[in-house]
């Protein structure tokens, strides 16, 4: 026996011999290790971009390849690092990379096989084997691998080496670093980790695939079981520790790390911010959206019934191509709550909510009318409404415009309130050239308005643009004259939690108070008895206004309480009409209301009635309630007529 140790002794220094000559001799060799050497030394792993909602919760987790969240040494749990050495190279803090012991034994058993059977891999050769060379069993790649280990054995310390190695290997079903595994198959953090779980995640790393829990659950638990009884052996865990674990048969879980709560909002991230970060889905940043996943579920699942509704009542038409959007914004903030680009992001990944441009048609009339208000106007100044025939060149060719109301019919004059409750196009073109669309366009440019029709079309809303652009321009209705810039990202922090985009509040004071409340009350009076009656939610004040464009291309409902702001679209991505009286009254409005319902009935402490700031006044007009300020006063007659029948309300 002394014979054959000392043989087997003399072929190790023998092995040795050829490691040195290796090095100093093959010099190609070593100018090959050397480079590789330094890929372990200065690591930088690919780290997963986790993107969360705005209470904490994962949106989703990025990634290039490799999903893989990093954990430190200090982070790693004892008994992970115990369970590790005792598998796999129990004289790890004694060798220096290369353990002559398992060395020796391997090439006894080698020889006995007459082939490669066993490995005599320390942990620093697996990390080496791992991260710059291959798998196959030749005589040179083991000759490399045993110097890259000595190499950086002499430039790291143990405790980085081993950081690496939980960092770097692979846990199977796509999982990179323990930290990640152990999210991905029991939902827990390292430091929950019960003993078993521990073990079944350590044992993993030599075959992957074989041993994962989710395939091979029985493989894997003894697997497990083989861990913890040479933590048993070593005498690492005692008795009733053994026992224990053993006996446990941990949940596993059969999921994915990698699931995308809300593509739209991920997409339209990755849209913003990818080109300012080239290593985005590689660099490990952590982005806190102003998302609610509550919210942006409710959204998709409303859209999706108002989806479904407009195929129901056009079973015999033509919806090949029909599509929605909607954004939730909250005005005071411009914090993005829900954006939904989409039905279903599987069939079509396009988001209608940031990048379809269309036209808001009537959705567009409340700026007219807010500028009409601001001019001196008054809810119950009476403006024509007839129709007009127009002229118009088109190259060498004379045109002829004859707009027409919704309902084909004319009332001859009507009130600037009613005009805009029942969305009459004809009173609102009459308005515009009272104006002059010379100031109008003017106006409208002070709002934010760009690329805007040079001619009366822009009085039907020929304008286009996205429901998130669109709900931009609407915040300043709740916000009471202030316009506020969406925000979709609160702040973003790279891999070492470092600041490096905080968002900031912008806003633009357009509108006083006073003057924006007269077109908040109007857009309440659309809801409760014009063209978004079907917006309607009892118990709650919501405004808003319908847009339907010409032939029915488009159906928008751009809706609001005190606190939430909602925009709504469907249309065919082809632009190609809906069914015919398919408005947005019918078919976004409901929508809008079902969303808005809902939402309240999630947070009932939102606010649910308007304020009237100090200055506005009240009077009875026909029977109803009106509004004015010093600004937008009625004439001086219309005010005698009303003092003759009622007193006049302040």
Not at 271 to 292: A, E, L, Q, V, W
Not at 573 to 582: A, I, Q, V, Y
């Amino acid at each position: 026996m002394k014979i054959v140790k000392a043989f087997f002794g003399l072929l190790f220094v023998i092995f040795i011999g050829v490691i040195i000559y290796a090095v100093f001799y093959l010099g190609g060799l070593y100018n090959e290790a050397i480079p590789k050497a330094k890929q372990i030394i200065e690591y930088q792993p690919k780290l997963t971009t986790k993107i969360y909602d705005r209470n904490g919760e994962l949106i989703a987790n990025i990634f290039d390849g490799q999903n893989r969240e990093y954990v430190t040494y200090e982070d790693i749990p004892a008994r992970a690092i115990e369970a590790l050495l005792a598998i796999e190279d129990t004289k790890f803090f004694e060798h220096h990379g290369i353990n002559p012991d398992a060395i020796v034994r391997a090439i006894i058993k080698d020889i006995k096989a007459r082939k490669f059977v066993e490995g005599a891999s320390t942990i620093t050769q697996q990390l080496v084997k791992t991260m710059v060379l291959s798998r196959e069993k030749k005589i040179k790649r083991k000759l490399t691998e045993m110097l890259i280990a000595i190499y950086i054995e002499t430039k790291l310390t143990k405790e980085e080496i081993l950081e690496r190695y939980f960092n770097q290997v692979y846990f199977g079903h796509g999982y990179y670093g323990i930290k990640t595994a152990a999210l991905g198959y029991f939902h827990k953090t390292l430091q929950n980790l019960s003993l078993k779980e521990i073990a079944m995640l350590v044992g993993l790393p030599r075959a992957p695939s074989y041993y994962d829990p989710t395939k091979n659950y029985e493989e894997s638990i003894r697997r497990a079981d083989r861990v913890i009884n040479r933590m048993y052996e070593l005498g690492w865990i005692d008795k009733r520790m053994f026992t224990q674990a053993i006996a446990e048969q941990p949940k596993v879980y059969d999921d994915t790390l990698s699931q995308n709560r809300a593509p739209y909002v991920v997409d339209e991230i990755l849209r913003r911010f990818g080109k300012k970060m080239p290593n985005f889905r590689s660099g490990g940043y952590k982005i806190f959206t102003t998302i609610d996943l509550s919210m942006q579920q409710i959204a998709k699942e409303e859209l999706k019934k108002g989806y479904e509704n407009i195929l129901a009542r056009g079973k015999d038409y033509n919806y090949s191509k029909l599509n929605g959007a909607m954004v939730v914004l909250r005005p005071r903030s411009g914090e993005v709550l829900a954006l939904v680009g989409g039905v279903d992001y599987a069939t079509s990944p396009f988001n209608r909510a940031t990048q379809a441009k269309r036209q808001p048609g009537s959705a567009f009339k409340p700026f007219i009318y807010q500028i009409a208000l601001n001019l001196g106007y008054s809810q119950v100044d009476k403006i024509p409404d007839v129709a007009r025939t127009y002229e118009f060149k088109e190259g060498n060719e004379t045109k002829i415009w004859q707009p027409k109301n919704y309902e084909k019919n004319f009332e001859g004059t009507i009130t600037l309130k009613d005009a805009l409750i029942h969305s009459r196009n004809l009173a609102t073109i009459n308005l515009v050239e009272d104006i002059g669309l010379g100031r109008m366009y003017k106006e409208l440019q002070k709002f934010g308005f760009q690329n805007l029709p040079r001619d009366l079309s822009l009085s039907l809303g020929s304008i286009v643009l996205s429901p998130l652009e669109l709900a931009k321009f609407y915040s300043m209705f709740p916000n009471y004259g202030v316009q506020i810039e969406p925000r979709l990202v609160y702040s973003i922090t790279d891999a070492k939690g470092e600041s490096i985009y905080q968002s900031t509040l912008m806003k633009k004071e357009l509108v006083s108070p006073q003057q924006t409340f007269l077109m908040i009350d109007i857009l309440r009076d659309v809801v409760n008895r014009g063209t978004g009656r079907r917006a309607k939610v009892p118990g709650i004040e919501v405004a808003g206004k319908t847009g339907t464009t010409n032939r029915y291309i488009d159906a928008w409902f751009c809706g609001f309480t005190p606190d939430i702001e909602v925009i709504t679209w469907f249309g065919q991505d082809d632009n190609t009409p809906l069914k015919k009286r398919e408005s947005g009254g019918r078919a976004s409005a409901p929508v809008v209301g079902a969303f808005i319902e809902r939402i309240y009935q999630l947070h009932p402490e939102l606010k649910k009635r308007f304020d009237i700031p100090q200055g506005v006044k009240k009077m009875r007009y026909n029977g109803k309630i009106i509004y004015y300020t010093d600004i937008s006063r009625p004439s001086h007659e219309d005010v005698e007529v009303e003092e003759q029948k009622e007193e006049l309300l302040f």
